[in-house]
């Protein structure tokens, strides 16, 4: 499943011919019976688990993330590796790409109304752009919740309600998630 590999080929490729090798095993006396319901089990246990991850994906189906790199920010590899993550795990990608100013940003945000906004700053004094943009989109959009990363973020911006702060670009859907979830609970 973390490979990506589609459901029905897990089912028929994997799980189905894995079984049918239990089953042999078991006849030729190889395995015990709670051996081959040991393997049900832990088939049985990954068919859950198949479950639970669609269910989570389509929980997403219904968010949408907007993406940007604030002023004078060109550096767009990370931002682009985060929009494909976010969208393998369901969520709606608004993505505005590098170099967009504040009051642009905060007239998108007004527009799409997403229910988060990650930003990136690669370059020095990307703390002051991040938060000019954030203060921007907060005059527009007080409610917005934010996550945030890149080499040019310092401990100038910490942890703090509403904004996540990411080192690595596979945090993203789970502070994401953190962020959408704790909505539902205010
Ligand atoms: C590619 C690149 C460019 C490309 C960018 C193309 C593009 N479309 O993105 C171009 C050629 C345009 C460019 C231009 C410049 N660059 Co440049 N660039 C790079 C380079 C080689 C790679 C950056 C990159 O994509 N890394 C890969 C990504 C995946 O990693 P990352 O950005 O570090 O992100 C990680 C985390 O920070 C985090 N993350 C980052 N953002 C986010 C966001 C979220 C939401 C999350 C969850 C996580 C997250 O996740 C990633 C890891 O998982 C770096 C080298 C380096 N050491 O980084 C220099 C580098 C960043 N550039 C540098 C410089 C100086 C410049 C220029 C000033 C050069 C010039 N004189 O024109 C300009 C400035 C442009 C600007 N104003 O933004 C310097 C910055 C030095 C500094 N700190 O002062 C570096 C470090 C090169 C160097 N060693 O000197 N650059």
Do not use: F
């Amino acid at each position: 499943m973390e490979a990506g590999i589609p459901t029905p080929d897990i089912d028929d490729e994997i799980i189905a011919p894995a079984l049918w090798l239990v089953g042999e095993l078991w006849e030729r006396g190889d395995i015990s019976v709670a051996d081959e319901h040991l393997a049900t089990e832990i088939s049985l246990r990954v068919l859950a688990l198949q479950r639970e991850a669609r269910r989570v994906a389509s929980s997403r189906a219904g968010l949408s993330v907007m993406l940007a790199a604030p002023s004078g920010e060109h550096h767009v590899v990370a931002l682009r590796m985060v929009a494909n993550l976010l969208r393998d795990a369901g969520y709606r990608v608004v993505m505005l790409g590098g170099d967009v100013p504040p009051h642009a940003l905060a007239a998108s945000a007004t527009q799409h109304e997403p229910d988060v906004i990650c930003l990136s700053a690669t370059m020095p004094g990307g703390d002051d752009q991040v938060l000019i943009a954030i203060s921007a989109v907060q005059a527009q959009l007080p409610g917005a919740r934010y996550v945030i990363g890149g080499r040019g973020l310092t401990s100038r911006i910490r942890q703090q309600p509403g904004i996540g702060v990411c080192e690595r670009v596979s945090d993203v859907v789970g502070a994401v998630d953190a962020l959408v979830k704790r909505a539902d609970l205010n």
